[in-house]
């Protein structure tokens, strides 16, 4: 079983950049696919992106596409996902999460417990 754990999350301007890291123990994170969800005040958890399990092939939510980036540090064991550009509305607890498959599955199995990301305008 793999332990997730998120850091990186804070307050930052509208237009600007954080990047949030995921450390994973336990297993070594090359066997999992990994990605990213958030879930802002009021609303349900939603997919922001994924990447595979060897980095080879990543998927982002439309709302994310050209701002974010996910990538993969299997040496590290960890995962990161770079937020360019950020909006008022990327405003939520982002979660990590991992499932023992090639691509990240829509429910995924293990869960971090979230770093919020609260973007003022």
């Known amino acids: 079983q793999v332990q997730l754990v998120e850091s990186g999350g804070g307050l930052v301007q509208a237009g600007g950049s954080l990047r949030l890291s995921c450390a994973a123990s336990?297993?070594?994170?090359?066997?999992?696919?990994m990605g990213w969800f958030r879930q802002a005040p009021g609303k349900e958890r939603e997919f922001v992106a994924a990447?595979?399990?060897?980095?080879?092939?990543?998927n982002y939510a439309d709302f994310v596409k050209g701002r974010f980036t996910i990538s993969r540090d299997n040496a590290k064991n960890t995962v990161y996902v770079q937020m360019n550009s950020l909006k008022p509305e990327d405003t939520a607890v982002y979660y990590c999460?991992?499932?023992?498959?090639?691509?990240?599955?829509?429910?995924?199995?293990?869960w971090g417990q979230g770093t919020q990301v609260t973007v003022s305008s």
């Open positions: 999460a991992a499932d023992r498959s090639v691509m990240l599955t829509t429910r995924p199995t293990y």
């Open positions: 336990g297993r070594t994170v090359s066997s999992y696919s």
């Open positions: 990447i595979s399990m060897f980095g080879g092939s990543t």
